[in-house]
């Protein structure tokens, strides 16, 4: 595999290599993916084309909260939040996120860029999920099993896998794309040149 100095090449095949992860599907997200996320120390990396309103369950409690409430919690703490996502967040996550002001404020990072269509998370730099799933209840298992999308992933804590993916993503989030990328009628603005 060619290594490049950003860690992040754009066309790659990469060695094969024996990788002890774990296959996640349907319920399984929420479980492996969605309650490592609300666990995060440090930090929550997310690429995903669709971006929605989740609900979570409370800790302790039957009820379900937005996930923006438990983001403003690990924001409150000083964990790092970024979504890289493909098209405008709905209605009911835009209207969420407006009820957090720290969130608003940068507590949660959020950047758009047309051509995002991997689906992965980061927690803690440590833990990394690569599927099929959106950032969204159906997508992530939250829903009933009559409501729930049909999905797939795995999950690893594979160090090199982790190291390249990270690469990859800090070369999408900082916009090193944006200036070949030919989508530029679509998109807000480079990536590069936002806050």
């Known amino acids: 595999m060619r290594r490049s100095d950003h860690l992040a090449d754009m066309d790659l095949v990469g060695p ?14 929420y479980e492996r993916v969605t309650k490592a996320v609300l666990e995060a120390h440090t930090s929550v990396w997310i690429a995903t084309a669709n971006l929605k309103e989740l609900m979570v369950e409370r800790p302790g409690k039957r009820r379900y909260v937005s996930v923006l409430s438990r983001f403003d919690d690990l924001a409150k703490r000083g ?49 990394l ?31 090199p896998m982790l190291d390249q993916l990270q690469g990859y993503y ?13 989508l530029h009628d679509l998109c807000p603005g480079p990536l590069n040149l936002r806050t």
């Open 16 to 29: 094969t290599r024996q990788l002890a992860c774990a296959l996640v599907a349907g319920r399984g997200h």
């Open 79 to 127: 964990v790092e939040l970024r979504i890289l996502h493909a098209e405008l967040p709905s209605r009911p996550f835009r209207a969420a996120i407006a009820a957090h002001p720290r969130l608003v404020r940068g507590g949660l990072q959020l950047r758009m860029c047309p051509r995002v269509h991997l689906k992965l998370v980061i927690v803690d730099g440590a833990l």
């Open 129 to 159: 999920y690569l599927g099929s799933a959106n950032w969204t209840g159906a997508g992530l298992g939250a829903k009933g099993s009559g409501r729930r999308n049909f999905e797939l992933g795995v999950v690893t804590d594979d160090g």
């Open 170 to 182: 800090e070369h999408l989030w900082r916009g090193a794309e944006c200036k070949q990328c030919r």
